[in-house]
């Protein structure tokens, strides 16, 4: 009989398929037990490559911010910054149990690398410290938002959510007279052929960038706002 050489067990890789059971099941299904029978070892072997299922947890999600577009200084900064929101809503649905969750100790290398260079990103192209910080929160928070929202729909695989909709217009007289605004919205956009909940994020994307940008072409001193990197 050939025996089958056993991969290694690194911390990288009790991650990495930590990650793929979440991904499969969910971060509540995810114990120290079931990871370690899914790489072929005992259970307390795990603990030379990470302290406790925190620092596991930890590692995951610096993974997935290893997985964002990191823009770079000197990139233009309104493509760079749409790039990496359309990663990171891509990102996150990939690993829907990665929205909410929040570092446990402190964030991790990968994500301390991501979020400096994004800093260094929009430093370069003008934007003074203040803004910078207020230019992430806003669009962190329209992006992961919206993948919150989206994870949280009943979408089918094409993004639609008409299925969901069309139960509701079953109830058509009573729609009509009790919530008479949702029924028109769902006669004449969500069932419309094409609509996907998925094709408004493009469109508050550019809302917000175009709010930054004008926040931007008017900020005072910006030239030597940019000459500081």
Same mark, same amino acid.
């Given at each position: 009989m050939v025996k089958t050489t056993r991969a290694p067990v690194t911390r990288d890789r009790?991650?990495?398929?930590?990650?793929?059971? *979440? =991904? %499969?099941?969910?971060?509540?299904? +995810?114990?120290?037990?079931? +990871?370690?029978a899914e790489l072929d070892v005992e259970a307390m072997s795990l603990y030379y490559h990470v302290k406790n299922k925190g620092d +596991?947890? =930890?590692?995951?999600?610096? *993974?997935?911010?290893?997985?964002?577009?990191? #823009?770079?200084?000197?990139?233009?900064?309104? #493509?760079?910054?749409?790039?990496?929101?359309?990663?990171?809503? *891509?990102? +996150?649905?990939?690993? #829907?149990? %990665?929205?909410?969750?929040?570092?446990?100790?402190? #964030?991790?290398?990968?994500?301390l690398g991501h979020l400096d260079s994004v800093i260094g990103c929009l430093g370069a192209a003008g934007f003074p410290m203040p803004m910078i910080g207020h230019s992430m929160s806003v669009l962190d928070s329209y992006v992961q938002g919206f993948a919150q929202q989206e994870a949280s729909l009943p979408l089918d695989p094409a993004g639609s959510i008409s299925a969901a909709t069309e139960e509701i217009i079953a109830q058509q007289s009573r729609m009509d007279e009790n919530f008479p605004n949702l029924a028109e919205m769902a006669r004449t956009l969500i069932l419309t052929p094409g609509y996907a909940y998925g094709n408004e994020f493009g469109f508050g994307l550019e809302l917000v960038l175009d709010g930054l940008e004008a926040a931007l072409v008017g900020t005072p001193n910006r030239s030597a706002a940019a000459s500081i990197d």
């Open positions: 009790a991650i990495r398929v930590a990650m793929v059971l *979440a =991904d %499969a099941g969910g971060i509540d299904s +995810l114990s120290m037990r079931k +990871l370690a +596991l947890l =930890d590692g995951m999600l610096d *993974a997935v911010y290893s997985e964002y577009f990191t #823009p770079r200084a000197g990139d233009e900064w309104r #493509p760079a910054m749409r790039a990496r929101a359309e990663s990171t809503r *891509a990102v +996150l649905a990939s690993h #829907p149990w %990665a929205i909410t969750m929040k570092s446990r100790t402190s #964030p991790g290398t990968a994500t």
